[in-house]
């Protein structure tokens, strides 16, 4: 019989998966965002007692490993001083004419929906280290946002 006829297994076609990336630098995090760790961890171990199915498990221990590796690594953040833009700062500006307040947190605890930014971001970057009434650059416009007002995140 040719090769052309005979049935493979589904198993010959599935696509690898690959480990969760893991974001390159330092893995800084606000309190909140240590509980966050936590909190996931033990909803995957709660999940992972109850699951037979083999695709499922195999699914929540990729999980496992990539919230136990943000763990171990995690660096509870120093408290800002809030005189400059840093980790765990709250920071209004204005971009574009718009005012704008944003959180500055952990790559794992980052939710642009709630305005809590990833540290890594293009903008928080461009306003990192800067002071209220300062001006920074950012896309390319040396006048792009000005910083209005920075407090400690919530």
Same mark, same amino acid.
């Given at each position: 019989? +040719?090769?052309?006829?005979?049935?493979? +297994?589904?198993?010959?076609? #599935?696509?690898?998966?690959?480990?969760?990336?893991?974001?390159?630098?330092?893995?800084?995090? $606000?309190?909140?965002? #240590?509980?966050?760790?936590?909190? @996931?961890? +033990?909803?995957?171990?709660?999940?992972?007692?109850?699951?037979?199915?083999?695709?499922?498990?195999?699914?929540?221990? *990729?999980? #496992? *490993?990539?919230?136990?590796?943000?763990? %171990?690594?995690? /660096?509870? !953040?120093?408290?800002? $001083?809030?005189?400059?833009?840093?980790?765990? $700062? *709250?920071?209004?500006? @204005?971009? #574009?004419?718009?005012? *704008?307040?944003?959180?500055? &947190?952990?790559?794992? /605890? !980052?939710?642009?929906?709630?305005?809590?930014? =990833? =540290? +890594? %971001?293009?903008?928080? @970057?461009?306003?990192?280290?800067? =002071?209220?009434?300062?001006?920074?650059?950012?896309?390319?416009?040396?006048? !792009?946002?000005?910083? &209005?007002?920075?407090?400690?995140?919530?």
């Amino acid at each position: 019989m +040719s090769v052309a006829f005979r049935r493979e +297994s589904d198993e010959e076609h #599935k696509e690898p998966r690959f480990e969760l990336p893991i974001p390159a630098g330092p893995n800084l995090v $606000t309190v909140a965002g #240590k509980q966050l760790i936590e909190d @996931r961890l +033990s909803a995957i171990e709660a999940e992972l007692a109850g699951c037979t199915d083999k695709d499922a498990v195999e699914l929540l221990m *990729r999980q #496992k *490993r990539y919230w136990q590796t943000r763990h %171990a690594t995690a /660096e509870l !953040a120093p408290i800002p $001083t809030g005189d400059e833009v840093a980790f765990g $700062t *709250r920071v209004t500006f @204005r971009l #574009k004419g718009k005012l *704008r307040t944003i959180d500055i &947190v952990g790559d794992d /605890e !980052a939710d642009p929906a709630t305005n809590r930014i =990833s =540290s +890594s %971001a293009p903008l928080v @970057r461009a306003l990192l280290g800067a =002071s209220p009434g300062d001006i920074c650059a950012f896309g390319g416009d040396d006048q !792009a946002v000005e910083v &209005v007002e920075i407090s400690p995140a919530a």
